[in-house]
């Protein structure tokens, strides 16, 4: 069958009855290797002449069915799945600007990103320029001979901005740079970065793809859309690879980059995922459309009401009419907005503390994407690594609060930060 509905293809993709069981579920391969038929089988799938398992580090039957389902939910040619979000970044960055290249990214993301791109990056000599991303001049205006990559999230965390991707990706292709969109936020119901000139989507698994807040996992995807034969950016894709028999990516096609990402990225770092996680990971694919629909219905009412309260400065949130990226927001993302966005209160930092700390449903977490809400002070925690000049750009204050709003019934979440205000 072809042209299946998300729904489908998130319930079935990549799966087929195993013959042996008849298993429904997907099984639960708790495996590290497997058996060989013979020396010759063996010697075959190393040299990539075949297909098939080697070992876990490199691929596992049930991360496997987990990269096939969303490879085929984001429209791409193959994805890796990874141990965590940072792990697929980091992953992802060394395979396309290692050794001396550079990257322009977007600086409203994710705090800890920030301080992983600045600090840690340049230790493996990549340097990275953070631009703003509301206006897609910026990453031209930075672009150099070195530049290997433009990142930018689809929906940034924790602003919920949403960038002119259409824009980026244009400029990107212009001079020969591949976009890797991060779609954690989004998640690819709600957004297809492919679709608008992506190149390559990277998740933080961990979020609203399993949806629980009970793993850490990562996934890189890969479009096959890059032209990467006889792009002199990248000199490394075009020539032989010494690691490998002597394999030169481009040669493969579109599946160049997650081929070059698995077999030797993968394979020398080892940043694989359990396939328990994988396997929980499948699980969340199944509800995401379901779950991703009532997270985008709550938190609209939730900051539709935050923001008519007299107690509230400001909500940042691209699904209020409000925003300065709703129009974006609605053309990229029409079936909804997701559930993570910012306020800050009158009264600032001491008004949040005490906001905060008398939820009684909500917890205070760093995390986001889970099915239940959450809350957390940005300066404080995710975004704690910034110096004082970097928060001032981004625009998180001392009294900025971040929320991701859950699947609980939302008269319960608003009752709730209604009490909590009424002893600001």
Request: hydrophobic letters at 40%; aromatic letters at 8%.
């Given at each position: 069958m072809k042209n299946l509905g998300f729904d489908t293809i998130a319930t079935h993709g990549g799966y087929e009855i195993d013959p042996t069981t008849r298993s429904i579920q997907v099984p639960l391969y708790m495996t590290s290797a497997y058996s060989f038929e013979n020396t010759e089988a063996a010697r075959s799938l190393f040299a990539l002449e075949s297909a098939g398992n080697i070992y876990s580090r490199i691929g596992n039957p049930t991360t496997d069915v987990f990269e096939k389902r969303i490879t085929q939910?984001?429209?791409?040619?193959?994805?890796?799945?990874?141990?965590?979000?940072?792990?697929?970044?980091?992953?992802?960055?060394l395979a396309l600007a290692g050794n001396g290249g550079e990257i322009v990214s977007s600086r409203s993301i994710y705090g800890g990103a920030v301080n992983m791109m600045k600090n840690t990056?340049?230790?493996?000599?990549?340097?990275?320029?953070?631009?703003?991303?509301?206006?897609?001049?910026?990453?031209?205006k930075a672009t150099n001979e070195k530049t290997r990559a433009y990142f930018l999230e689809t929906m940034g965390n924790p602003f919920s901005d949403v960038p002119d991707i259409e824009a980026i990706a244009a400029i990107a292709h212009k001079h020969g740079i591949p976009l890797i969109a991060d779609n954690t936020v989004a998640t690819p119901y709600l957004m297809q970065p492919f679709t608008l000139g992506a190149d390559i989507v990277v998740h933080s698994v961990s979020k609203y793809i399993a949806g629980n807040g009970d793993i850490i996992m990562g996934v890189v995807i890969d479009s096959g859309k890059f032209a990467w034969k006889n792009n002199p950016r990248f000199s490394d894709f075009n020539t032989p690879d010494d690691s490998y028999h002597g394999i030169v990516y481009a040669d493969i096609g579109e599946a160049a980059f997650i081929t070059k990402l698995r077999t030797h990225l993968m394979r020398d770092i080892g940043t694989c995922p359990s396939p328990f996680n994988s396997w929980l990971g499948l699980l969340g694919l199944e509800t995401l459309s379901l779950r991703m629909e009532r997270h985008s219905q709550n938190a609209l009412r939730v900051a539709e009401f935050l923001e008519a309260h007299d107690k509230v400065e400001s909500v940042s949130y691209c699904g209020l009419k409000s925003s300065p990226n709703y129009a974006l927001a609605k053309k990229y993302a029409p079936k909804g907005q997701s559930s993570m966005f910012t306020f800050d209160l009158k009264g600032g930092k001491d008004a949040g503390t005490i906001f905060c700390d008398c939820l009684k449903l909500i917890p205070i977490v760093t995390n986001i994407g889970d099915s239940r809400t959450l809350?957390?002070?940005?300066?404080?925690?995710?975004?704690?690594?910034?110096?004082?000049?970097?928060?001032?750009?981004?625009?998180?204050?001392?009294?900025t609060i971040r929320i991701s709003v859950g699947i609980e019934s939302i008269e319960d979440i608003i009752a709730d930060i209604e009490q909590a205000l009424s002893r600001v």
């Amino acid at each position: 069958m072809k042209n299946l509905g998300f729904d489908t293809i998130a319930t079935h993709g990549g799966y087929e009855i195993d013959p042996t069981t008849r298993s429904i579920q997907v099984p639960l391969y708790m495996t590290s290797a497997y058996s060989f038929e013979n020396t010759e089988a063996a010697r075959s799938l190393f040299a990539l002449e075949s297909a098939g398992n080697i070992y876990s580090r490199i691929g596992n039957p049930t991360t496997d069915v987990f990269e096939k389902r969303i490879t085929q939910l984001e429209g791409g040619v193959g994805a890796l799945a990874t141990s965590s979000g940072h792990a697929a970044m980091v992953m992802t960055f060394l395979a396309l600007a290692g050794n001396g290249g550079e990257i322009v990214s977007s600086r409203s993301i994710y705090g800890g990103a920030v301080n992983m791109m600045k600090n840690t990056l340049s230790l493996m000599g990549i340097k990275v320029h953070f631009v703003d991303s509301d206006h897609p001049e910026e990453f031209e205006k930075a672009t150099n001979e070195k530049t290997r990559a433009y990142f930018l999230e689809t929906m940034g965390n924790p602003f919920s901005d949403v960038p002119d991707i259409e824009a980026i990706a244009a400029i990107a292709h212009k001079h020969g740079i591949p976009l890797i969109a991060d779609n954690t936020v989004a998640t690819p119901y709600l957004m297809q970065p492919f679709t608008l000139g992506a190149d390559i989507v990277v998740h933080s698994v961990s979020k609203y793809i399993a949806g629980n807040g009970d793993i850490i996992m990562g996934v890189v995807i890969d479009s096959g859309k890059f032209a990467w034969k006889n792009n002199p950016r990248f000199s490394d894709f075009n020539t032989p690879d010494d690691s490998y028999h002597g394999i030169v990516y481009a040669d493969i096609g579109e599946a160049a980059f997650i081929t070059k990402l698995r077999t030797h990225l993968m394979r020398d770092i080892g940043t694989c995922p359990s396939p328990f996680n994988s396997w929980l990971g499948l699980l969340g694919l199944e509800t995401l459309s379901l779950r991703m629909e009532r997270h985008s219905q709550n938190a609209l009412r939730v900051a539709e009401f935050l923001e008519a309260h007299d107690k509230v400065e400001s909500v940042s949130y691209c699904g209020l009419k409000s925003s300065p990226n709703y129009a974006l927001a609605k053309k990229y993302a029409p079936k909804g907005q997701s559930s993570m966005f910012t306020f800050d209160l009158k009264g600032g930092k001491d008004a949040g503390t005490i906001f905060c700390d008398c939820l009684k449903l909500i917890p205070i977490v760093t995390n986001i994407g889970d099915s239940r809400t959450l809350v957390n002070c940005p300066a404080a925690t995710t975004h704690s690594q910034l110096s004082p000049e970097q928060l001032r750009e981004i625009g998180i204050t001392a009294g900025t609060i971040r929320i991701s709003v859950g699947i609980e019934s939302i008269e319960d979440i608003i009752a709730d930060i209604e009490q909590a205000l009424s002893r600001v």
